[in-house]
């Protein structure tokens, strides 16, 4: 018995790492792709160095490994012992339950990512991320360990905090996953979805955070950053300029 459930935990945590690793390389290769067409719109002049990028990409394989592991641990939790809330029904409830994720892990990272660059916690947990200034595609998942376990680990407890089905989960991880990635390309991809007064961030916002520092905490929406005061105070204008600068070369 002891045996069965150590195998279908390694088979499920198997399973997720193989499809974060593979989303994360499809569209790392894709969103580069895309770069080449809008090259002149790069939002950072200054060029990523070769090491860095070789070092980013080595430890984005094993942070998804990480990620992969809570998710895993967290679905095979609800699966094999029915551990977290009921899901609520299809439609709308799925939906709902997707936006209500979104909201949540936006929340959750929003503080979590602020407590970690204090300076109790930004040596030890952080700075590794940061090295990186004017980030990549393969910059997306490039944390410590320990650096996971405070962002990332909403995967592991997300059963107990939404009453979203299991499919719903591996939806939004899979679309933080892919808006990650993008969000560290150095271009701004966002368009129209992210054009302000939209809660959604773009490329701009991320980019600033690695540029800049001490501003845009949250990952999925602008909310929290606006809320609490701490968006760039030239984030819109600039999000324009880079919408702009990168649908004139479309
Ligand atoms: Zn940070
Ligand atoms: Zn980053």
Known sequence: MAGQ???SWAVTVAAVYGLLLATYV???????RLNRHIAVAKIQARQTPPALIRRD??????SLLAIAAMFGTGHWLYAEFGWGWKPVGRFPGGMLAFVGSLVLFDTWFYWFHRLIHTPLFYARVHRWHHLTVTPVVWSNNSDRLIDNLFLQSYWLVAHFLIPAAPAVLLLHKLYDQVTGVIGHSGWEHGG??????SPLVGVTHHDQHHRFFRCNYATH?????RLMGTLHPEHDAELKRNIRATAALR
């Open 221 to 225: 929406f602008t909310l929290w950053d």
């Open 57 to 62: 990409r080595r430890q984005s394989a094993l």
């Open 5 to 7: 459930l150590l195998i």
């Open 192 to 197: 129209i979805w992210c054009w302000p007064p």
């Open 26 to 32: 499809a569209t790392c290769l894709a969103v580069t």
